[in-house]
């Protein structure tokens, strides 16, 4: 099984609205070596405040559940605690999450699109929103979907991007965002919503809102834009910053937080905003205030900027808390204000924290990229999602366990799945083994080779320096495939090469037997080997399919199947090729089953396809990551691999 890099879907990093917390108030791009970035995110270093929790792991519909990492790995864009152990995140994909302050639970969902925010007045009475215009609530027992359509008349609801929303009670609810280049605020009355900005001449996005209560809130969004509603009508203030401004949180009258773009950070002190960035820097995604700094004696001297910050004076080595204000955001930057100066926490990832709640008196939860979630408790962190997010390419399953390998090695045997040390840093495409042994190749002519418990560089000169896509052996033959229609085959304690009658780039290959192995790649090629060639084999009449073939499988000699971009699926039945789908914008980059009437392919958004015999049928993947690669292990269960450390299984 091979795996180059699939279609990477270019997942918008849309930045994230403020989350709530107290409650009553990306083409197919050629990756050489994935060793230059850690990408881990498990337990780190210094200051664990407590031991790990349990890490269950999420489930979609159809009983496929995330292995690595945990508990999901899907983007988290904003999180909202009743309590410790009542906390919703919310995120990519239609992500919906509840924390019982032990384990994860995911909520079904209809639709899958983006949540970008959630709030809530009370346990039973939470909100969230996101793209589209949707619109969720949560009663205590279950979601619903509410419907923008007065806002907009008879037109539909996906004019609408809503990146925040904040709940003071269940008849008192306002969601901000954008129809297009209008900002937008929506008011629920308990009946009904409405649109609210009319006073207000304002383009742009609104990304965030907050308040203390019906008579008090803010938003902030695009260009330094600072709104406030004192119970009757929206006003815009005067701005502090021509930053945008991605998230806004209160603790009271005088200590009100926005931060946002370029490290901005602004202060409404009871009467103005002021610009309180010194010492910052990247975006920030997310703000939470814990407290409000002691008054200022007369005549007392002006705060110290911290190290940095370019101010004058003399810089404190080390500021100290107690902290006031938090900041989150991209590379897993955060950032404390001791009502003097900021100070940077390192976090131990370097995942962009999307959003952030209180859920002890001085305990904050942060979540944001690729799953992530954090606990800070003062100076100590605590990761409660672990799993490499190393890219997965290939998969494969025998009697030394279930391999994984792409930016890494990694094997799961009856004690779990552990990382192997590999000889090389470069990315790996393809894995094959026979229950004794195994292989793996990969970028600049890589092949590997498992034996003795140990992985091991094999020099193969005759794939110099070509990317290697697939391995693959059967009967006494064992063969690889690569670019510019390279193919190698084991002779002689080696490989060697053998000529194809192509030169385009060859990505995967398969055999039942020695005269039967199948390699596809670019351009819709297909050839077959029949023990003494690679012949060329027609895909349709008028030269056939002409888009890349990614991946081919079969379970004998005429059911031979092969999958695609445009999601292209062909079946071989003996004779000829049968079409089963082509011509939309997914990429199908991998395709396995168990027998003719249990077969899988997997691709791009999260793309899983199941064929019974009779037709395909997509199924609930519960990730919208580009899906690499599939396979079956020998206790039945069945694993999908994918970009960003996705690896999911289901059990039979």
């Known amino acids: 099984m091979k795996k180059t890099l699939g279609l990477l879907f270019a997942t918008s990093l849309s930045l994230a609205a403020c989350s709530g917390d107290e409650p009553a108030r990306a083409p197919t791009p050629q990756r050489d070596a994935g060793a230059d970035e850690d990408r881990d995110a498990g337990p780190h270093d210094a200051g664990h405040d407590a031991a790990p929790p349990e890490r269950t792991a999420v489930c979609s519909a159809d009983g496929f559940c995330w292995e690595r990492p945990l508990p999901q790995g899907e983007t988290l864009r904003a999180l909202w605690a009743a309590s410790e152990r009542d906390v919703w995140l919310v995120g990519d994909h239609g992500t919906l999450l509840h924390h019982d302050g032990t384990r994860f639970r995911a909520e079904p969902l209809a639709q899958r699109v983006q949540l970008r925010a959630v709030h809530g007045s009370a346990a039973d009475d939470v909100w969230a929103v996101g793209d589209g215009g949707v619109v969720l609530h949560y009663d205590g027992q279950s979601w619903q979907t509410q419907s923008l359509s007065q806002l907009f008349g008879s037109t539909a609801d996906d004019r609408a991007t809503l990146h925040g929303v904040y709940a003071a009670a269940p008849d008192q609810v306002w969601a901000v965002g954008s129809t297009g280049v209008r900002a937008l605020i929506a008011h629920f009355d308990g009946e009904k919503w409405y649109n609210q900005l009319l006073s207000v001449e304002s383009d742009g996005v609104l990304h965030a809102v907050w308040g203390l209560g019906e008579s008090r809130l803010w938003a902030v969004g695009d260009k330094g834009l600072t709104l406030s509603f004192d119970g009757a009508t929206w006003r815009q203030d005067k701005s502090a910053t021509q930053a945008a401004l991605y998230a806004v949180h209160a603790l009271d009258e005088q200590n009100v937080w926005a931060v946002g773009s370029g490290g901005a950070a602004v202060r409404w002190n009871g009467v103005a905003w002021a610009n309180a960035s010194s010492g910052l820097s990247g975006n920030l995604l997310s703000v939470r205030v814990l407290g409000a700094p002691p008054p200022m004696a007369a005549g007392a ?65 942060a979540a944001g990229e690729l799953g992530q979630i954090s606990r800070f408790n003062g100076d100590a962190r605590q990761s409660l999602s672990e799993g490499s997010r190393r890219h997965r390419l290939g998969l494969w399953s025998d009697a030394l366990g279930v391999w994984s390998v792409g930016d890494s090695i990694e094997r799961r045997d009856a004690g779990g799945w552990a990382e192997l040390q590999r000889p090389v840093e470069r990315a790996l495409y393809g894995v094959w083994g026979d229950g004794k042994t195994a292989w793996a190749v990969g970028t600049a002519g890589s092949v590997l080779r498992f034996e003795g418990g140990s992985w091991r560089s094999v020099p193969l000169s005759a794939a110099a320096s070509s990317f290697l896509h697939a391995i693959y052996g059967a009967g006494h033959s064992t063969w690889i495939v690569g670019d510019a229609g390279l193919s190698l085959t084991a002779a002689a304690g080696g490989f060697v090469k053998v ?154």
């Not at 089963?580 to 199908?588: E, F, K, Q």
Request: charge should be negative; proline fraction near 5%; glycine fraction near 16%.
């Open 301 to 365: 001297p002006a705060p110290v900027p911290v190290a940095g910050s370019g101010g004058a004076g003399s810089v404190p080595a080390a500021p100290e808390g107690p902290w006031l204000c938090w900041a989150f955001g991209e590379k897993g930057r955060v950032f404390r204000h001791n009502g003097s100066v900021w100070a940077e926490l390192p976090s131990g990832t370097s995942h962009a924290l999307y959003a952030a709640a209180r859920i002890g008196k001085d305990v904050l939860l």
């Open 499 to 652: 000529a194809t009658p192509v030169k385009t780039n060859l990505l995967d290959v398969w055999g039942a037997a020695d005269d039967q192995f199948w390699a596809v790649g670019d351009g819709g090629v297909v050839l077959r080997w029949d023990g003494m060639a690679w012949l060329k084999v027609p895909t349709g009449a008028m030269g056939g399919v002409t888009q890349q073939l990614r991946a081919v499988w079969g379970s004998a000699a005429d059911d031979v199947w092969v999958v695609g971009a445009e999601s292209t699926i062909l079946h071989w039945t003996g004779a000829r090729f049968e079409t089963h789908s082509r011509g939309s914008g997914y990429t199908l980059n991998d395709v396995w089953g168990r027998a003719r009437d249990d077969v899988y392919a997997v691709g791009s958004g999260g793309l899983l396809l199941h064929y019974d015999g009779s037709s395909w049928r997509q199924l609930d993947s519960g990730t919208s990551r580009a899906l690499q690669s599939v396979i079956g292990d020998m206790q039945g269960r069945l694993y999908v691999a994918g970009l960003d450390g996705a690896l999911l299984v289901r059990s039979p």
